[in-house]
């Protein structure tokens, strides 16, 4: 094969452009950034996306795409109050436009039309800083070749937070002003305005620090699962398997950590090897146990009630 010589390519992620095939004979162009969908490979051209995601990738979109999920969950408990019975249809809401928003971002991403995505395989922390490589040959002309070395991984989320905030605007309204009567007209619209200030911030955690959720992602569930689950089994005076069982509710709220201590544990393993890393997951109840068995010695409502009176 025919391969067009060209001076070295500077930079880590600098690479050259293919400009002609015919045959076995190949033109690329000058080295610089190269197209969205595409990065260099080890000899410095520029070579498309065509990988699918790894599992861990995908675990960690999952991740993204959770964390508003759970904010709007967040939000529509704390201002719905215990006696409005839209809470629920709230919450079917959120997880709807959720849902909506990552099938229509798979569905609009490359390939177009299908639920699955190309990507580019992540191999360093640097590659979602590409910007931070640009070279300087003589130490006066930087040559730019910022690009998106994890395609899509970087983007697609970006996507995804604007689809949900899209379909957030045009359903969430239209429901509360109908169901939730039982909230005055103040605070209908209060997890509303929570998402307008939460979907920013958002959007600037993934910007700066995008490439470190990636690696972080599963201790971060891990770590904030704990916490939670202990604050609220706290707040709720849950001191023994009756006052788990007595509401559905909690319940609710225990699954739901135990999913995500699962999630945690899948992330960090990889399930690499599945017959060591599956007895990993009857770890999952743990953390409950732990606090039932204990929560006689520490009696968290009396330092309930003792913060209460100021004590």
């Given at each position: ?195 307008l200030y939460f979907f ?90 732990f606090y039932l068995f ?18």
């Amino acid at each position: 094969m025919a391969v067009d010589i060209q001076p070295a390519c500077l930079g880590l992620y600098c690479g050259k452009t293919l400009l002609f095939k015919n045959g076995s004979t190949e033109i690329y162009g000058e080295c610089g950034v190269c197209p969205r969908g595409q990065r260099t490979n080890a000899q410095k051209y520029c070579q498309p996306c065509t990988e699918s995601p790894e599992l861990y990738d995908w675990l960690y979109l999952g991740f993204m795409a959770m964390l508003p999920l759970v904010l709007h969950w967040f939000f529509i408990e704390w201002y719905s109050g215990k006696k409005s019975s839209s809470a629920l249809f709230q919450h079917i809401t959120a997880l709807f436009e959720c849902t909506m928003a990552a099938i229509i971002t798979l569905l609009v991403s490359e390939p177009v039309g299908v639920l699955y995505i190309r990507s580019c395989r992540v191999s360093m922390l640097s590659d979602w800083y590409t910007m931070l490589y640009n070279p300087s040959p003589d130490y006066v002309t930087t040559v730019h070749c910022t690009h998106e070395a994890v395609y899509p991984l970087y983007t697609i989320v970006f996507i995804y937070y604007a689809f949900c905030l899209v379909l957030m605007m045009l359903l969430r309204p239209l429901l509360v002003k109908k169901i939730a009567c039982g909230l005055g007209k103040s605070d209908r619209f209060k997890s509303i305005y929570a998402a307008l200030y939460f979907f920013p911030i958002l959007t600037v955690l993934q910007a700066v620090g995008g490439g470190l959720l990636y690696y972080a992602f599963p201790y971060i569930i891990l770590v904030l699962s704990l916490v939670t689950l202990a604050v609220y089994m706290s707040a709720s005076e849950i001191e023994n398997c009756y006052d788990l069982l007595v509401r559905k509710k909690r319940l609710i709220v225990l699954f739901s950590h135990w999913l995500l201590h699962a999630y945690g544990i899948i992330s960090i393993s990889r399930v690499d090897k599945l017959e060591q890393d599956l007895p990993l997951l009857a770890l999952v109840p743990t953390p409950a146990l732990f606090y039932l068995f204990t929560a006689k010695f520490t009696e968290p409502s009396r330092i309930l009630s003792e913060g209460a009176n100021g004590h």
